[in-house]
T-cell receptor, first 110, second 114 residues
Framework: DAKTTQPNSMESNEEEPVHLPCNHS???????IHWYRQLPSQGPEYVIH???SNVNNRMASLAIAEDRKSSTLILHRATLRDAAVYYC???????????FGTGTRLQVTL | EPEVTQTPSHQVTQMGQEVILRCVPI?????FYWYRQILGQKVEFLVS????????KSEIFDDQFSVERPDGSNFTLKIRSTKLEDSAMYFC????????????FGPGTRLTVT
């Protein structure tokens, strides 16, 4: 599985935008970029995914670099409920499992 | 909104006993998964299941583990003879398709082996 690199932790103020970076320099052409998050004491939760183009949904936006070697998850207005561990995962075109790393722990403060 | 459900939420068992963890995936999904998370550690993939057979399994998923879809709605994980190191949160997930599709996770079953 291709590897991703994320900061261990980030902090944000409530109501501010948050940009969570992910490096994946060894990404292959068929790898999808998936983001999941895990709130305390809960199961992982799907956030967003993309292949080449930027993506938006009701939870977040995903900005993918032109060379696809990095991506950024954007939470437009962080709330206290967004405090979680965020995982950037590359999902191979022919495989279906998710390989979780240690992710980025996001703290949101008032 | 459809969701993945799991029962029980917490299972306590003695070492050497068999346990069955149950999951009801989202109804029109075709791919099913089990993951586990030992306290304080990463979420680890155990097994994926498609078309009534295992499509992929990890090194963790040894002969003590088995999965089954006994009817059209349930998906189970059986551990034949539990060990202390099997204590973990077990998450079931399902998806409508493969790589380009998102997975939806259940709330988990906390398994405690004493």
């Amino acid at each position: 599985d291709a590897k991703t690199t994320q900061p261990n932790s980030m902090e944000s103020n409530e109501e501010e935008p948050v940009h969570l970076p992910c490096n994946h320099s060894t990404i292959s052409g068929t790898d999808y970029i998936h983001w999941y998050r895990q709130l305390p004491s809960q199961g992982p939760e799907y956030v967003i995914h993309g292949l080449t183009s930027n993506v938006n949904n009701r939870m977040a936006s995903l900005a993918i670099a032109e060379d696809r070697k990095s991506s950024t998850l954007i939470l437009h207005r962080a709330t206290l409920r967004d405090a979680a561990v965020y995982y950037c995962i590359l999902k191979a075109g022919t495989a279906s499992k998710l390989t979780f790393g240690t992710g980025t722990r996001l703290q949101v403060t008032l | 909104e459809p969701e993945v459900t799991q029962t029980p939420s917490h299972q306590v068992t003695q070492m050497g006993q068999e346990v069955i963890l149950r999951c009801v995936p989202i109804s029109n999904h075709l791919y099913f998964y089990w993951y586990r998370q030992i306290l304080g550690q990463k979420v680890e993939f155990l097994v994926s299941f498609y078309n009534n057979e295992i499509s992929e399994k990890s090194e963790i998923f040894d002969d003590q583990f088995s999965v089954e879809r006994p009817d059209g709605s349930n998906f189970t994980l059986k551990i034949r003879s539990t060990k202390l190191e099997d204590s973990a949160m077990y998450f079931c997930a399902s998806s409508a398709g493969g790589a380009g599709h998102e997975q939806y996770f259940g709330p988990g079953t906390r398994l405690t082996v004493t």
